[in-house]
């Protein structure tokens, strides 16, 4: 049952060989001592799992291992995505409270012309209530 799967993989190994000489290699970036200790132990354990088949048959990191590292690449892939939607989503937030309260000479043309527009009113306004209070039409 494993020899199928371990020649398919060489198989696509070959071919992407093939096909990568095509492009050129981008340049090797050496890894940080955490991503080696974590490499070997995942090394490790997949070594574990492949040799004896009574990790598999318990349990122990089989199955329940493989789906729980699913999980956890998947609730990464899902904070990654939703770590870059808020940054779009603040960005534009940001992007429109900066057009709506930025100062531009439209809206200072536009307080110079209805600013004294609106002291008229507010003086006629002052002016109608004194009329109306002091003759009590209103009353």
Do not use: Y
Not at 28 to 49: D, M
Not at 85 to 107: D, E, K, M, Y
């Amino acid at each position: 049952m494993l020899t199928p799967t371990i020649f398919t993989l060489v198989i696509l190994a070959c071919a992407l060989t093939h096909a990568s000489r095509k492009f050129k290699a981008a340049p090797f970036r050496p890894f940080t001592s955490w991503q080696k200790v974590a490499g070997a132990i995942a090394l490790i354990l997949a070594l574990l799992i492949v040799l004896n088949p009574e990790f598999l048959a318990l349990g122990l990191l089989g199955d329940t291992a493989f789906f729980d590292l699913l999980v956890f690449a998947i609730s990464l892939q899902l904070q990654g995505i939703g770590t870059r939607a808020w940054r779009s989503v603040s960005a534009g937030i940001s992007g429109l409270v900066h057009w709506l309260f930025a100062p531009r000479p439209t809206f200072a043309m536009f307080l110079l012309i209805f600013a004294p527009v609106g002291n008229v009113v507010t003086s006629l306004h002052k002016l109608a209530n004194r009329i109306f209070s002091d003759c009590d039409c209103l009353a």
